[in-house]
């Protein structure tokens, strides 16, 4: 008989989270931590790192914090030497970090768009060319990256943040051809609006959070906790036959 144990706890499995210290990556991260994997989690705010280490420790799973700048490519280089210290090679790659940069469309400069595609597209593939070749080695991988509903239609100024998110489900599919016959999943989680720091600005215009509430199927935005039961799903060994998808984490809002 096949147990919930043997179905979804990551025991034994080490992952990466970057963005982990808040919003989205950090629910996963926790969720990841709760499910029995080693977690070391990846983002700029050292306070904030320790505040999530802490949590998951406090909870009895194991978690390291690396303070990484994934916004250059060396600073994308050192941030992947520095995750694999504390517990070795990650089984499992969760890319959540992400910047938010939408200026109106005729104001984008180099500058906004170097940016938002070295953070949201170059950093996830550089880390997955990174440590794919030891998932592929062990054969088993998990590569779980997190997009948005603007890779797929345009809305509040979508702008190059949509184009970098359209890139990272395309890099899914790429890899889920690569690497699923060795073991290593990719697939992409797509939000819909989340109530996280990413979303600030939008969540200043109440009138406009209220009307995308409206727009879900479930009638509320989403909460960076209803993301932990399909990260835990995708990150561990029952979802090996699910690959190259994206998969809308959105009350409905995308069918409604």
Do not use: C
Not at 148 to 177: I, P
Request: no cysteine; hydrophobic share 45%; glycine share 12%.
């Amino acid at each position: 008989m096949v147990t919930l144990d043997a179905l979804f706890s990551l025991r034994g499995l080490t992952a990466v989270v970057t963005g982990g210290s808040s919003g989205i990556g950090r629910a996963i991260a926790i969720a990841l931590g709760g499910a029995g994997a080693s977690v070391v989690i990846v983002a700029r705010d050292g306070e904030r790192i320790a505040a999530v280490v802490r949590e998951i420790s406090d909870a009895g799973g194991r978690a390291a914090g690396v303070i990484g700048d994934l916004s250059t490519r060396d600073g994308i280089r050192a941030a992947a030497d520095a995750a694999v210290k504390p517990f070795g090679d990650p089984d499992i790659l969760v890319n959540s970090a992400g910047i938010n940069l939408r200026p109106p469309f005729d104001e984008i400069d180099m500058t906004v768009w170097d940016a938002t595609m070295t953070v949201n597209l170059e950093a996830p593939f550089l880390l997955s060319q990174r440590f794919a070749p030891r998932m592929i080695e062990r054969g088993f991988g998990r590569l779980i990256h997190v997009s948005s509903q603007q890779a797929h239609r345009a809305f509040v100024t979508s702008g190059v943040y949509g184009v970098s998110k359209g890139g990272l489900e395309s890099l899914t599919r790429s890899q889920a051809e690569a690497w699923s016959a060795h073991g290593v999943t990719a697939n992409t989680l797509v939000p819909g609006f989340v109530l996280t720091p990413l979303n600030a600005r939008l969540q200043t215009d109440p009138v406009k959070v209220q009307q995308l509430a409206e727009r879900t199927m479930v009638g509320r935005n989403g909460l960076p906790e209803d993301f932990a039961g399909i990260a835990v799903l995708l990150a561990g060994r029952s979802s090996g036959y699910i690959t190259g998808q994206s998969l809308f984490v959105d009350g409905g809002l995308s069918v409604h």
